[in-house]
């Protein structure tokens, strides 16, 4: 799950490699946190599509 101190700190790190640039520890640190963010964003999704029910126009479920 994304929190939002996680959305606070990838938003700084992608502010700081703009500006003056990244350490090697801190690009780690950044391409951990986008994956997490990725992840969890495409759970998400799943979820959400999991969750669709197609229905035709008598009301009858599809698969």
């Known amino acids: 799950m994304i929190t939002q101190q996680m959305i606070d700190r990838i ?8 500006t003056i640039g990244l350490t090697d520890s801190e690009k780690a640190e ?3 946190l986008y994956r997490e963010y ?3 964003f ?19 479920k599809k698969s």
């Open 42 to 60: 495409r759970a998400n999704l799943k979820s959400q599509l999991d969750m669709i029910e197609i229905v035709d126009e008598d009301r009858n």
């Open 11 to 18: 938003n700084q790190l992608s502010h700081k490699k703009k």
């Open 30 to 32: 950044q391409k951990q």
């Open 38 to 40: 990725i992840d969890a």
